[in-house]
């Protein structure tokens, strides 16, 4: 008897010349156990269930046993209460066997949720930090291809192998009271049984490991490829794109094969273990037995034995498992980027600005920000210029605050000089007062109108039709086949990215922030939109980061950002009067 052999999620090895996944650590899904404690009742009635199921197959091989060597034996059929009693049997097994697999995987489909759920939610807490570190088919991988592969430990192995110890232990109690001598021939065996998963645990840990690794190459690959189709295609890049994929395609092939043989040849060692101790039962149970009794043995050795080779299946198929769950265990564990404060303090009511002071920041190198200091009051637009990776994207991420500062403080401050410390802001209440819109900001599968209300889903009719029109957005609606009911596209790529560019900053301004920080993001417009848009900005501090010199120039103030600090701030007159940081910048963008 053999357990239920499911094929492994897809995974791929390791890239062309990577290194082999080093086996992951033990107890990486004993760690995810504690989700099964949501679900604490169905897992009982799953053990419950599988108890049942067991023992009545064991009761039921026994009595088929004893009833046809009784037969064999007296010549006699076997009485109606005999019978009564298998076909009883009969039926208690197979409504466990039913209960016990509904119960199970409606389990595991509920802990996979939970766990999809939580994947989700430590992606968000870490991001952009983690997003920054890993691809995103790679994270679309541990989010759904590793979850789902855990399927297999929660549907078939955590319930059974309880039962299967409790069933086990029961059966050689009856063993030693049938004949104490049988126990020499099941225990031995039983104990190997048991003993192989542990001695391959880590090989088979490894092999496991190999496969998610490559599973989560190839779906980064296959997500950037469907992403980049277009760049791809225009430069006739396309074949060699195909051919890689299907190289990583083969990899995993190969890795999953290397699974499968590695199972196939444990489950002819279990067998053969099995078979052993069968052999030796009857040769026990023939000097030792009477009549019926032989069979009967012989039976209840098999009951006994069977769930444990299971168990030993399952546990080898789940040391396969410890890769996946250690990639969904890092991302549900994965730290927040930017920790809640414990005792939030409120944002200054009335209009508002912003403070970076000393900020120094880095993502691992060397400082990108390196003692930066910037003030923009309440109502003032600044620009923040300054060469390609300066670090003025830094600085916006920093406001929206995906990351804390190394050093140094990043402050709302009220017009009477009030300031709290954005450490100290709850994450709502700095969502609602600071908005960021990037240059390419990404809208979503759906409505223009679910767009639009992406950050307020309350927000009236009225107040979108206002910023609509304030920022031209009405009239890309107008030139939709369904107006602000039409559907977008994946990633807004339905439209152009002038009007992405609108449609991101209505999005931002529907909210009414009180701090706006732009980020390159009217630069996909042409200088007439450039100039429409920045014309409806609301009155709020506002930081623009620009390379246009056009756009930097309505700005009252501009700031230099250069080795990690504002290197020079004025007017556009002050800053052009003289040659310094400010020129050099400008003489770059006409050189570029
Ligand atoms: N998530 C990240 N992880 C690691 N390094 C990063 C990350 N984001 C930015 N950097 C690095 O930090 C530096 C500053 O990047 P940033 O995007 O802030 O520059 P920028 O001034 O906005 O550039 P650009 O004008 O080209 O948009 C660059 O050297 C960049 O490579």
């Known amino acids: 008897m053999t357990m239920d ?12 010349g990577s290194p082999a996944s080093p086996s992951p650590e033990r107890g990486s899904l004993r760690a995810l156990l504690p989700v099964l404690g949501a679900h604490r009742s ?17 009761a039921l091989v026994v009595l088929a046993a004893h009833t046809v060597g009784t037969a064999v034996m007296t010549r006699a059929a076997p009485g109606t209460g005999t019978v009564l009693a298998l076909v009883a049997l009969v039926l ?3 409504a466990t066997t039913w209960w016990e697999m509904d119960l199970s995987h409606d389990l595991a489909y509920r802990v996979l949720a939970e766990l999809r759920v939580r994947v989700f939610d430590g992606l968000a807490r ?10 995103s088919g790679d994270l679309a991988s541990a989010a759904l291809a590793d979850v789902e592969a855990l399927e297999f430990f929660y549907a078939h192995a955590v319930a059974q192998l309880l039962a299967t110890t409790a069933v086990f232990g029961a059966g050689t109690v009856v063993l030693a009271d049938l004949e104490p001598w049988l126990l020499p021939a099941v225990l031995p065996m039983a104990a190997a049984l048991m003993l192989g998963p542990l001695l391959e645990g880590r090989d088979r840990a490894a092999l496991g490991a190999r496969t998610r690794s490559a599973a989560a190459e190839l779906s980064a690959r296959a997500v950037e490829t469907v992403d980049g189709l277009p760049e791809l295609l225009a430069f006739g890049a396309f074949d060699r794109r195909r051919a890689d994929l299907r190289g990583y395609g083969r990899l995993l092939g190969a890795a999953q094969r290397a699974e499968q043989t590695r199972e196939a040849r444990s489950a002819a060692v279990r067998d053969i273990l099995v078979v052993i101790s069968l052999v030796a039962v009857v040769a026990v149970s023939a000097h030792t037995l009477e009549g019926a009794w032989v069979p009967a043995a012989v039976a209840l050795a098999l009951g006994v034995l069977a769930p444990v080779a299971d168990s030993a299946a399952a546990l080898g198929q789940a040391a396969c498992l410890r890769a996946a769950a250690a990639r969904v265990g890092a991302a549900v564990r994965a730290p927040r980027g930017a920790p809640e404060p414990r005792s939030p303090r409120p944002v200054p009511d009335g209009p508002l600005g912003f403070r970076l002071s000393g900020v120094r920041f880095g993502y691992g190198g060397g400082p990108v920000l390196d003692g930066l200091d910037l003030l923009v009051r309440p109502g003032e637009t600044v620009a923040l210029v300054g060469a390609s990776g300066a670090g003025k994207s830094t600085c916006a991420h920093l406001l929206a605050r995906f990351w804390d500062p190394a050093d140094g403080r990043v402050e709302l401050l009220a017009g009477d000089g009030r300031s709290v410390d954005l450490r100290q802001v709850a994450e709502s209440e700095l969502r609602a007062a600071v908005a960021v819109v990037g240059q390419d900001a990404p809208l979503f599968h759906g409505t223009l109108r679910e767009n639009l209300r992406l950050g307020t889903p309350a927000a009236s009719d009225a107040d979108l039709v206002a910023v609509a029109a304030l920022t031209g957005v009405d009239r890309i609606a107008d030139g939709l086949p369904q107006g602000f009911a039409t559907m977008l596209g994946e990633r807004g790529s339905t439209l152009s990215g002038g009007q992405r560019a609108r449609v991101a900053l209505a999005r931002a301004l529907i909210a009414r922030p009180r701090v706006l920080v732009l980020d390159e993001t009217t630069s996909n417009l042409d200088g007439l939109g ?11 501090a506002t930081l623009i980061i620009a390379h246009r010199a056009a756009t930097i120039r309505r700005a009252d103030r501009i700031a230099v950002l250069e080795d990690g600090r504002v290197a020079q701030e004025g007017t556009w007159a002050e800053l052009t009067a003289v040659p310094g940081p400010f020129t050099r910048v400008l003489d770059r963008e006409q050189r570029g």
């Open 42 to 58: 169905m897992t009982v009635r799953t053990f419950v269930a599988a108890l049942a199921g067991q023992t009545a197959l064991a």
């Open 126 to 135: 870490s991001a952009p930090l983690r997003i920054g570190g890993r691809r």
């Open 92 to 94: 208690v097994r197979a």
């Open 5 to 16: 052999h499911r094929t492994t999620e897809p995974g791929a090895a390791p890239g062309p």
């Open 530 to 540: 450039d100039a429409e848009l920045l014309a409806a900005l609301p009155d709020c």
